[in-house]
């Protein structure tokens, strides 16, 4: 099975650049990978609700949406205020799935 780290920074600030990425993650989970997307820096404010359109079929398809916890602490986001499916996480485990074997990672 492939496995993505798909990591979007920009956020729906960007535009809809952002929306198309988690469109293209959205493709990933449905042909079965193990897919996560990591939100960063700005990209944090794509885990409010009806930020990206096509993030709750992202979610709906299996894809895994996690929130970097130091940029959303930087952005004075709750946690609350996020879609329930988001789940917060720290450097040392975007770091650890970066290192898995086979692991496809893509920036945007």
Known sequence: ??????????????????????GDAHRLARQGGDIALLLTQDG????????????????????????????LRQRGVAEADMVPEARLVDMDEVAERLLRPGLRAVWH
Do not use: H
């Open 44 to 71: 944090v404010l794509g885990a409010l609700p009806d930020a990206f359109p096509r993030l709750g079929g992202y979610l709906r398809g299996g894809g895994a949406l996690w929130v970097d916890a130091f940029s």
């Open 1 to 22: 099975m492939d496995a993505y780290l798909l990591i979007e920074s920009g956020g729906p600030l960007a535009g809809v650049s952002g929306d198309r990425f988690v």
